[in-house]
């Protein structure tokens, strides 16, 4: 499955941003996503995870309260929902997938998902 990423751009610290993940080639359903974000010189974290179903769904501690991921599998498309940003949130952003029906395992790692978007850079200023 191919994966675009929409929806980055500059926002001022506090404001809202959401990220659009579409998916082409195959239906989305049946896939774990999961919203990554790499700073410079820093590791691919995972940000927002969610499970095939949409049942199950982890954010890590630094975004709880603030960034929510959501998905349409008739729109073939999961979303990230980020609000009151903060300049520490300025990354770049990339939308994966992982197959994995009928789990509500969230893969947690860059090196568990197969299938990568582009990335979308996200800059927040303060």
């Known amino acids: 499955v191919q994966l675009v990423e929409s929806g980055g751009g500059l926002v001022q610290a506090g404001g809202s941003l959401r990220l659009s993940c579409v998916a082409s080639?195959?239906?989305?359903?049946?896939?774990?996503a999961g919203w990554f974000r790499q700073a410079p010189g820093k590791e691919r974290e995972l940000v927002t995870g969610?499970?095939?179903?949409?049942?199950?769904?982890y954010s890590a501690d630094s975004v709880k309260g603030r960034f929510a991921i959501a998905r349409d599998d008739a729109k073939n498309t999961v979303w990230l929902q980020m609000n009151n940003l903060k300049a520490e949130d300025t990354a770049i952003y990339y939308c994966?997938?992982?197959?994995?029906?009928?789990?509500?395992?969230?893969?947690?790692?860059?090196?568990?998902?197969?299938?990568w978007g582009q990335g979308t850079q996200v800059t927040v200023s303060s």
């Open positions: 994966a997938a992982r197959r994995y029906p009928f789990s509500s395992y969230i893969p947690r790692g860059p090196g568990e998902y197969d299938n």
């Open positions: 969610i499970s095939w179903s949409g049942g199950s769904t």
């Open positions: 080639g195959r239906t989305f359903s049946g896939y774990a």
